[in-house]
T-cell receptor, first 114, second 111 residues
């Protein structure tokens, strides 16, 4: 069975600083990988996804993520964080028919200092 | 397009009561899902429906039932609510070979 680990439960960064959120997955086949963001009291919004091809994927809001098969990782990055990026971030791995079944990590809550 | 809609937004139940959470999508997606979200545990899949007329159990199906009423609608029923079912429930639908789209959630408290 697949699993996802997000080692950092909370992260605090200063506005304008760079950000990296870690995600490690366990899955026996080629994974479909996703990052979602959740603002307080809201549903989840897709930031980016990896299905195949270029291992560096670009997403919305200036985010990017890199798939590293050798490390079973899919870390999310942003070069300069804005106060509006404060939210909870979830990494997920898709299994089954073209990633039909998602398994989520426990989430990382990002706080941004002014 | 409204996307994925869920009703109600909030609900308080007493132990043993029943209720149905409603979900609808207007994106013509085949697959629909129900998740629960608990602090520190991410989202866990309760049930899913790969297409109209089919449903399957996910990771945490006990205490729940589902109905795929038609292509648009997928409901989740709690027959006899328990305090352990206090959670935030999310419905999602999926484009073929693509990502899932989530509704705004239903916050359920069972006392």
């Amino acid at each position: 069975a697949q699993s996802v680990t997000q080692p950092d439960i909370h992260i605090t960064v200063s506005e304008g600083a760079s950000l990296e959120l870690r995600c490690n997955y366990s899955y026996g086949a080629t994974p479909y990988l996703f990052w979602y963001v959740q603002s307080p009291g809201q549903g989840l919004q897709l930031l980016l996804k990896y299905f195949s091809g270029d291992t560096l994927v670009q997403g919305i809001k200036g985010f990017e993520a890199e798939f590293k098969r050798s490390q079973s990782s899919f870390n999310l990055r942003k070069p300069s964080v804005h106060w509006s990026d404060a939210a909870e971030y979830f990494c997920a791995v898709g299994a089954g028919n073209a990633g039909n079944m998602l398994t989520f990590g426990g989430g990382t809550r990002l706080m941004v200092k002014p | 397009n409204a996307g994925v809609t869920q009703t109600p937004k909030f609900q308080v139940l007493k132990t043993g009561q029943s209720m149905t959470l409603q979900c609808a999508q207007d994106m013509n997606h085949n697959s629909m899902y129900w998740y629960r979200q608990d602090p520190g545990m991410g989202l866990r899949l309760i049930y899913y429906s790969a297409s109209e007329g089919t449903t399957d159990k996910g990771e945490v199906p006990n205490g729940y039932n589902v109905s795929r009423l038609n292509k648009r609608e997928f409901s989740l029923r709690l027959e006899s609510a328990a305090p352990s079912q206090t959670s935030v429930y999310f419905c999602a639908s999926r484009i073929a070979q693509g990502e899932q789209y989530f509704g705004p959630g239903t916050r359920l408290t069972v006392t």
